[in-house]
């Protein structure tokens, strides 16, 4: 079976997304242009922010449907990403929390699709079972 390695966000407006995105990753699209952004991340998975008004076939969801979750390393790292990512004025949906398989957090992005923070704590593998 093919292995997903591609997400496409639907936007608002791809540019003012990408600039986000680029300041949030810290680093640049590989393709930019007024209908569509596209970000290689180091590990081969693509992010692409594609225009809701010029996606074919038209799309009927909006942001908020599902999430794009970034794993860290340590419960402080969640809590510093956090305050990094407040302080870069985006809006926190669930601030810092202990939930049963780790640290976490919610923020959104400016089409509203939820990015997710976690530490995944000690006895729990990324698929939610115990170890």
Not at 28 to 38: D, K, Q, R
Not at 39 to 45: A, T
Not at 51 to 56: D, F
Not at 74 to 93: E, F, K
């Amino acid at each position: 079976m093919a292995t997903p390695n591609f997400v496409i966000l639907y936007v608002d407006q791809p540019l003012k997304s990408g600039a986000f995105y680029s300041a949030l990753l810290g680093r640049e699209p590989v393709e930019s242009a007024p209908t569509f952004v596209l970000f290689v991340l180091d590990n081969g998975f693509k992010l692409g922010l594609w225009s809701r008004h010029t996606v074919e076939p038209a799309a009927a969801a909006a942001g908020g449907g599902a999430e794009i979750v970034f794993a860290l390393e340590t419960p402080d790292a969640v809590d510093a990403t956090h305050a990094d990512w407040s302080g870069r004025g985006l809006t926190i949906l669930q601030t810092p929390t202990d939930m049963d398989f780790g640290r976490t957090f919610v923020a959104l992005d400016p089409d509203n699709h939820r990015l997710r923070v976690y530490w995944l704590s000690d006895g729990q593998q990324a698929d939610g079972e115990q170890v």
